[in-house]
Protein backbone atom coordinates (compact mmCIF):
# COMPACT_ATOMS: atom_id res chain seq x y z
CA UNK A 1 0.00 0.00 0.00
CA UNK A 2 1.07 3.97 -0.75
CA UNK A 3 0.28 6.95 0.84
CA UNK A 4 0.36 10.58 0.35
CA UNK A 5 1.15 11.74 4.63
CA UNK A 6 -0.14 15.10 4.18
CA UNK A 7 -3.14 14.26 1.56
CA UNK A 8 -4.62 10.76 2.91
CA UNK A 9 -3.71 10.33 6.62
CA UNK A 10 -4.47 6.56 6.82
CA UNK A 11 -2.99 3.82 5.22
CA UNK A 12 -4.37 -0.01 5.72
CA UNK A 13 -2.01 -3.14 5.10
CA UNK A 14 -2.47 -6.50 5.65
CA UNK A 15 0.04 -8.14 7.46
CA UNK A 16 3.23 -9.10 5.99
CA UNK A 17 2.81 -6.89 3.17
CA UNK A 18 4.80 -3.97 2.63
CA UNK A 19 4.08 -0.42 3.65
CA UNK A 20 5.03 3.07 1.97
CA UNK A 21 4.57 6.08 3.49
CA UNK A 22 4.78 9.15 1.67
CA UNK A 23 5.76 12.70 3.01
CA UNK A 24 6.27 15.90 1.12
CA UNK A 25 8.68 18.30 2.62
CA UNK A 26 8.63 22.04 2.53
CA UNK A 27 11.90 23.50 3.10
CA UNK A 28 14.45 23.27 -0.01
CA UNK A 29 17.31 24.16 2.82
CA UNK A 30 16.42 21.40 4.89
CA UNK A 31 19.58 18.99 5.44
CA UNK A 32 18.25 16.49 7.90
CA UNK A 33 15.35 14.18 7.83
CA UNK A 34 13.53 11.80 9.89
CA UNK A 35 10.98 9.17 10.46
CA UNK A 36 9.01 9.22 13.65
CA UNK A 37 6.60 6.64 14.97
CA UNK A 38 4.14 7.55 17.22
CA UNK A 39 1.98 5.14 19.24
CA UNK A 40 -1.16 5.91 21.38
CA UNK A 41 -0.37 7.89 24.42
CA UNK A 42 3.35 7.77 24.08
CA UNK A 43 5.78 10.74 22.26
CA UNK A 44 7.18 10.39 19.01
CA UNK A 45 10.31 7.53 18.86
CA UNK A 46 13.15 7.40 16.41
CA UNK A 47 12.83 5.11 13.33
CA UNK A 48 15.60 6.26 10.45
CA UNK A 49 17.10 9.44 9.53
CA UNK A 50 18.61 10.88 6.49
CA UNK A 51 21.14 13.26 5.60
CA UNK A 52 20.86 15.65 2.85
CA UNK A 53 23.66 14.18 1.15
CA UNK A 54 22.18 10.70 0.78
CA UNK A 55 18.87 9.07 -0.80
CA UNK A 56 18.28 6.22 0.58
CA UNK A 57 19.19 4.52 3.68
CA UNK A 58 18.13 1.17 5.54
CA UNK A 59 17.64 0.10 8.70
CA UNK A 60 16.34 -3.20 10.03
CA UNK A 61 12.92 -3.74 8.14
CA UNK A 62 12.70 0.08 7.05
CA UNK A 63 14.20 2.06 4.42
CA UNK A 64 14.01 5.54 3.83
CA UNK A 65 14.13 7.14 0.51
CA UNK A 66 14.83 11.02 -0.39
CA UNK A 67 14.32 12.86 -3.62
CA UNK A 68 15.31 16.54 -3.11
CA UNK A 69 14.38 17.53 -6.42
CA UNK A 70 10.81 17.27 -5.98
CA UNK A 71 10.93 17.97 -1.99
CA UNK A 72 9.67 13.81 -1.48
CA UNK A 73 10.56 11.21 1.61
CA UNK A 74 9.17 8.06 1.88
CA UNK A 75 9.47 5.53 4.37
CA UNK A 76 9.03 1.78 3.52
CA UNK A 77 8.30 -0.62 5.61
CA UNK A 78 8.94 -4.61 5.21
CA UNK A 79 6.53 -7.31 5.76
CA UNK A 80 4.59 -5.22 8.17
CA UNK A 81 3.63 -6.43 11.96
CA UNK A 82 0.88 -5.55 14.11
CA UNK A 83 3.37 -3.68 16.57
CA UNK A 84 3.98 -1.24 13.07
CA UNK A 85 0.66 0.48 13.77
CA UNK A 86 1.22 3.46 14.85
CA UNK A 87 1.28 7.24 13.52
CA UNK A 88 4.04 8.01 11.44
CA UNK A 89 5.25 11.81 11.34
CA UNK A 90 8.05 12.70 8.69
CA UNK A 91 10.43 15.74 10.35
CA UNK A 92 12.99 18.25 8.83
CA UNK A 93 15.32 19.85 10.00
CA UNK A 94 18.30 22.18 9.40
CA UNK A 95 21.51 23.50 10.90
CA UNK A 96 21.68 21.25 13.63
CA UNK A 97 19.48 19.96 16.76
CA UNK A 98 18.91 23.87 18.01
CA UNK A 99 16.86 24.86 15.35
CA UNK A 100 13.73 22.75 16.01
CA UNK A 101 12.69 20.22 13.57
CA UNK A 102 9.23 20.62 11.08
CA UNK A 103 6.80 17.56 11.54
CA UNK A 104 4.32 16.93 9.16
CA UNK A 105 0.78 15.93 9.85
CA UNK A 106 1.51 12.29 10.16
CA UNK A 107 -0.17 9.39 8.45
CA UNK A 108 -2.13 6.47 10.54
CA UNK A 109 -0.75 3.07 9.56
CA UNK A 110 -3.67 0.71 10.24
CA UNK A 111 -2.24 -3.51 10.13
CA UNK A 112 -4.91 -5.97 9.27
CA UNK A 113 -4.96 -9.44 10.26
CA UNK B 1 17.38 1.93 27.88
CA UNK B 2 17.46 5.63 29.40
CA UNK B 3 14.55 7.53 29.34
CA UNK B 4 13.23 10.89 29.24
CA UNK B 5 10.47 11.31 32.26
CA UNK B 6 7.94 13.90 32.21
CA UNK B 7 5.01 14.26 34.75
CA UNK B 8 2.40 14.94 35.67
CA UNK B 9 0.76 12.67 32.62
CA UNK B 10 -2.44 14.15 32.41
CA UNK B 11 -2.88 18.08 34.08
CA UNK B 12 -6.15 19.78 34.17
CA UNK B 13 -5.94 23.87 35.11
CA UNK B 14 -8.31 26.81 34.78
CA UNK B 15 -8.07 29.24 32.88
CA UNK B 16 -5.36 32.31 33.58
CA UNK B 17 -3.75 29.99 35.99
CA UNK B 18 0.34 29.05 36.20
CA UNK B 19 1.38 25.62 35.25
CA UNK B 20 4.62 24.08 35.24
CA UNK B 21 5.92 20.96 33.61
CA UNK B 22 8.23 19.10 34.56
CA UNK B 23 11.05 16.76 33.07
CA UNK B 24 13.81 14.89 33.78
CA UNK B 25 16.08 14.52 30.70
CA UNK B 26 18.24 11.65 30.27
CA UNK B 27 21.35 12.33 32.18
CA UNK B 28 24.20 12.66 30.08
CA UNK B 29 22.48 14.49 27.23
CA UNK B 30 23.17 17.94 27.22
CA UNK B 31 20.49 19.40 24.91
CA UNK B 32 16.79 19.69 26.15
CA UNK B 33 13.38 20.64 24.23
CA UNK B 34 10.12 21.26 24.78
CA UNK B 35 7.54 20.31 21.72
CA UNK B 36 3.60 20.54 21.74
CA UNK B 37 0.71 18.70 19.85
CA UNK B 38 -2.62 19.79 20.03
CA UNK B 39 -4.68 16.86 19.61
CA UNK B 40 -5.32 15.43 15.77
CA UNK B 41 -2.35 18.16 14.49
CA UNK B 42 0.94 18.15 14.11
CA UNK B 43 3.96 17.99 16.35
CA UNK B 44 5.46 22.10 16.72
CA UNK B 45 8.50 22.91 18.47
CA UNK B 46 8.63 25.16 20.71
CA UNK B 47 12.24 25.88 22.56
CA UNK B 48 15.40 24.12 22.42
CA UNK B 49 17.85 25.28 25.43
CA UNK B 50 21.75 24.54 26.45
CA UNK B 51 23.95 25.62 28.86
CA UNK B 52 21.67 27.02 30.85
CA UNK B 53 20.16 29.16 28.03
CA UNK B 54 17.74 29.29 25.43
CA UNK B 55 19.09 28.72 22.16
CA UNK B 56 16.15 28.73 19.67
CA UNK B 57 12.80 29.46 20.15
CA UNK B 58 9.54 29.18 17.83
CA UNK B 59 6.93 32.25 17.48
CA UNK B 60 4.31 29.72 19.72
CA UNK B 61 7.04 30.68 22.08
CA UNK B 62 5.98 33.48 23.60
CA UNK B 63 6.60 35.74 26.84
CA UNK B 64 3.75 33.71 28.68
CA UNK B 65 6.07 30.72 28.40
CA UNK B 66 9.77 30.10 29.99
CA UNK B 67 11.58 27.18 30.65
CA UNK B 68 14.19 26.90 33.53
CA UNK B 69 16.87 24.14 34.63
CA UNK B 70 16.40 24.00 38.36
CA UNK B 71 18.83 21.76 39.11
CA UNK B 72 21.51 18.95 37.36
CA UNK B 73 18.31 16.60 36.52
CA UNK B 74 15.23 18.62 35.74
CA UNK B 75 13.60 20.70 32.99
CA UNK B 76 10.65 22.42 33.27
CA UNK B 77 8.45 24.40 30.90
CA UNK B 78 5.87 27.02 32.40
CA UNK B 79 3.26 28.71 31.23
CA UNK B 80 1.91 32.04 33.32
CA UNK B 81 -1.57 32.24 32.26
CA UNK B 82 -2.94 29.81 30.39
CA UNK B 83 -5.36 30.44 27.53
CA UNK B 84 -8.08 27.60 26.69
CA UNK B 85 -5.60 27.25 23.19
CA UNK B 86 -2.98 26.18 25.11
CA UNK B 87 -4.28 23.09 25.62
CA UNK B 88 -2.31 20.46 23.99
CA UNK B 89 -0.26 17.32 24.63
CA UNK B 90 3.59 18.29 25.52
CA UNK B 91 6.78 16.55 24.83
CA UNK B 92 10.28 16.89 26.44
CA UNK B 93 12.90 15.78 24.70
CA UNK B 94 17.01 15.24 25.12
CA UNK B 95 19.93 14.70 23.28
CA UNK B 96 23.49 14.23 23.95
CA UNK B 97 24.96 16.41 20.89
CA UNK B 98 23.52 19.28 19.12
CA UNK B 99 21.93 16.69 16.71
CA UNK B 100 18.59 15.74 15.78
CA UNK B 101 18.82 12.01 17.07
CA UNK B 102 16.84 12.99 20.12
CA UNK B 103 14.67 10.97 22.50
CA UNK B 104 11.31 12.13 23.18
CA UNK B 105 9.13 11.57 26.68
CA UNK B 106 6.03 10.42 26.92
CA UNK B 107 4.33 13.70 27.12
CA UNK B 108 2.06 15.47 29.53
CA UNK B 109 -1.35 15.86 28.41
CA UNK B 110 -2.76 19.76 29.53
CA UNK B 111 -5.92 20.36 29.76
CA UNK B 112 -7.31 24.04 30.13
CA UNK B 113 -10.96 24.58 31.23
Sequence with gaps: GESVGLHL???????????????????SASDYFIWY???????PQFIIDIRSNMDKRQGQRVTVLLNKTVKHLSLQIAATQPGDS??????????????????GKGTHLIIQP | ????????????????????????????????????????????????????EISEKSEIFDDQFSVERPDGSNFT??????????????FCASSRDQTYGYTFGSGTRLTVV
Aim: aromatic share 12%.
Design chain 2, 77 to 90: LKIRSTKLEDSAMY
Design chain 2, 1 to 52: EPEVTQTPSHQVTQMGQEVILRCVPISNHLYFYWYRQILGQKVEFLVSFYNN
Design chain 1, 86 to 103: AVYFCAEGFGGGADGLTF
Design chain 1, 37 to 43: KQESGKG
Design chain 1, 9 to 27: PTLSVQEGDNSIINCAYSN
